[in-house]
């Protein structure tokens, strides 16, 4: 279960493949999927710095009909597996198993939950009747990767953040937080044709916006009026919510830059190499090549 001995930072633990926080112990990893889901809680589910934030805000908008709640955002939505995670500003800190369950059993019912668990560690509901709804947003693994890369330098406990280099390799060996994304993106991709589940691409949100939205909107089953829609896409474009701390994560001690950066497709392009784009693009079509899941690798 634990397994130190093929990552190339040993001061990360991974359990179940999946490297973790200090502190983090398997029984409490085990004990997420043990949630019971609920049938009219949401969850946004995406692989790390793929639109989750951005996600988040368009579902609880909608929820609320487009009124704004500035309360912080990882108050609003608690974020399952970050329970576990002991940075001090964390709202919702758990030590055992049974705090976990107290904590998970505690937040009221509809609710909207993040998590960048893979689909076998997601809580689920413990009937084939009652479903719960997943939203997994997919973005090119390229983007994703330069994201994440600046996503380890805001982090303030990361006094010495890998180069891009050193992360690059990280990432392609699934040796950062989460794992690896295309073990992460496929685990969920096996249950597409779950009705309880949508895929949404971060590529056509931020080509479609107001199509994105209402179809968020229909998955949850929410009816909203044009005019609505348009306010949504206002009050959650890059520049809004970076403005708006309770999106931005301005409460964070000592943190370096905005968590909300840039937002933009194609911005791989700014960090790779030739060598390391056609390495990630190699391993792309090794593993995504038959599952009918596919990016365009080059876009801008």
Not at 42 to 50: E, H, T
Not at 72 to 84: A, C, F, N, S, T
Not at 160 to 172: A, K, L, N, V, Y
Not at 283 to 290: A, N, R, S, V, W
């Amino acid at each position: 279960m634990v397994d130190n001995s093929q990552s190339p930072n040993p001061s990360i633990m991974r359990i179940h493949g999946i490297p973790c926080r200090p502190g983090t112990t398997p029984e409490m990893i085990e004990a997420l999927p043990r949630l019971v889901a609920r049938e009219k809680d949401f969850y946004v589910v995406p692989y790390p710095k793929a639109g989750t934030t951005w996600t988040q805000e368009i579902v609880w908008q909608v929820l609320h009909d487009g009124r704004i709640d500035y309360r912080r955002i990882d108050v609003r939505i608690p974020w399952i597996e970050g329970m576990l995670y002991p940075y001090k500003e964390n709202p919702y800190k758990v030590s055992t198993v049974d705090m976990i369950e107290k904590m998970f059993e505690s937040f009221p019912s509809p609710h909207v939950f993040k998590s960048h668990l893979r689909y076998q560690l997601i809580p689920k509901a413990p009937d084939k009747t009652s479903k719960p709804h997943y939203i997994y947003v997919l973005r090119n693994p390229k983007d994703t990767a330069v994201s994440f890369y600046h996503h380890y330098h805001f982090i303030p406990a990361l006094k010495d953040p890998p180069s891009w280099e050193t992360f690059f390799d990280q990432f392609i060996q699934g040796e950062v937080n989460s794992g690896s994304w295309f073990d992460h993106v496929l685990s969920w991709w096996e249950h597409r044709d779950d009705p309880n589940i949508l895929f949404v691409k971060y590529e056509d949100m931020k080509k479609d916006p107001q199509a994105a939205i209402v179809k968020i909107a229909n998955f949850i089953g929410k009816e909203l009026a044009p005019e609505t829609v348009d306010l949504i896409v206002q009050q959650t474009t890059v520049d809004a919510m970076k403005n708006e701390g309770n999106a931005n994560y301005k409460w964070i001690a000592n943190a370096k830059g905005d968590f909300i950066r840039k937002g933009e497709v194609g911005d791989w392009k700014t960090m790779f190499n030739e060598e390391q784009n056609k390495m990630l693009e190699s391993i792309y079509q090794e593993k995504l090549t038959g599952t009918g899941l596919e990016f365009d690798l080059n876009l801008k």
